[in-house]
Nanobody, 115 residues
Framework: QVQLVESGGGLVQPGGSLRLSCAASGIVFSAYKMGWYRQAPGKQRGLVAFITRGGSTNYADSVKGRFTISRDNAENTVYLQMNSLKPEDTAVYYC?????????WGQGTQVTVSS
């Protein structure tokens, strides 16, 4: 049974930081491309960042220079370090595991940036 469990979301003031974690089980983690997506109210889910099994990364333009994705294959965990948060970063953040045509999703964690 595949499980992706996100944690680390919450309420933070503008300019603050949060670190999201996604713990995976039931997959050969090291073989998967791992990503973070987000969905704000009334908007479609969109890519935030991904990291390939080789460690290459890609970011949405809106988060470049502020967010960092990383992975720990020994812990089967992917992280998203979010700095200089803005109100427009408010969304539900979802973890994604991708291998060829297979996609798995976590349940999401809420991030709210507000003063």
């Amino acid at each position: 049974q595949v499980q992706l469990v996100e944690s680390g979301g919450g309420l933070v003031q503008p300019g603050g930081s949060l670190r999201l974690s996604c713990a995976a089980s039931g997959i050969v983690f090291s073989a998967y491309k791992m990503g973070w997506y987000r969905q704000a109210p009334g908007k479609q889910r969109g890519l935030v960042a991904f990291i390939t099994r080789g460690g290459s990364t890609n970011y949405a333009d809106s988060v470049k220079g502020r967010f960092t994705i990383s992975r720990d294959n020994a812990e089967n965990t992917v992280y998203l370090q979010m700095n200089s948060l803005k109100p427009e970063d408010t969304a539900v953040y979802y973890c994604n595991a991708n291998f060829l045509s297979r996609d798995w999703w976590g349940q999401g964690t809420q991030v709210t940036v507000s003063s």
